[in-house]
């Protein structure tokens, strides 16, 4: 069974562009969840999705933005980006029941 | 709202020794799942272990297991026989029982450092 899987690994933007980074989730998890990581603030939750919807969403400007597609793939976009959106973010997916996430090898993504 | 600490930024310990990590929390709520992942050099976060509040019984995987005293509102990570392998960064993290709430709050992170 294939794990998540986040495209790219790596990204170099420059400030004031837009990203997008993919996240396939296991097959059947219907719940995939983005998080940020930085040395600074460490793990936050940036949004959750189930079956299309956001379902929570963290405390980040309105420029993170999300979306899940009907076969579960979700997508995280960036706007406008800043020196300090520079993190690794981590994609993680769960069973409609389940209670543990799995997560992706995630993205690293540099802001110069 | 709830809160993960982890006190220890740093532990070392001897290769085939035990140590222990330590990790508090803070929730009003009485069913909630607390977990310990790990985080390689590679970056990817692995799950560990797991505990629901509901179950009185410690968790246990091979050689890792958990102290979860739930009316102190700790959980520590045991890990026995430790090697090379073991060496990472450690992070307990709380998730709500709640159906329509899945999102992990994290503690901080301790770096687990082993001695061949």
Request: one cysteine or more; hydrophobic letters at 30%; proline letters at 4%.
């Amino acid at each position: 069974k294939a794990g998540v899987t986040q495209t790219p690994r790596y990204l170099i933007k420059t400030r004031g562009q837009q990203v997008t980074l993919s996240c396939s989730p296991i097959s059947g998890h219907r719940s995939v969840s983005w998080y940020q990581q930085t040395p600074g603030q460490g793990l936050q939750f940036l949004f959750e999705y189930f079956s299309e919807t956001q379902r929570n969403k963290g405390n980040f400007p309105g420029r993170f933005s999300g979306r899940q597609f009907s076969n579960s793939r979700s997508e995280m976009n960036v706007s406008t980006l800043e020196l300090g959106d520079s993190a690794l973010y981590l994609c993680a997916s769960s069973l409609a029941t389940g209670r543990e996430a799995f997560f992706g090898q995630g993205t690293r993504l540099t802001v110069v | 709202a709830q809160t993960v600490t982890q006190s220890q930024p740093e532990m070392s310990v001897q290769e085939a020794e035990t140590v222990t990590l330590s990790c508090t929390y803070d929730t009003s709520e009485s069913d909630y799942y607390l977990f310990w992942y790990k985080q390689p050099p590679s970056r990817q976060m692995i799950l560990v272990i797991r505990q629901e509040a509901y179950k009185q019984q410690n968790a246990t995987e091979n050689r890792f297991s958990v102290n979860f005293q739930k009316a102190a509102k700790s959980f520590s990570l045991k890990i026995s026989d430790s090697q090379l392998g073991d060496a990472a960064m450690y992070f307990c993290a709380y998730r709500s029982a709640l159906a329509s709430n899945y999102q992990l709050i994290w503690g901080a992170g301790t770096k687990l450092i082993i001695k061949p």
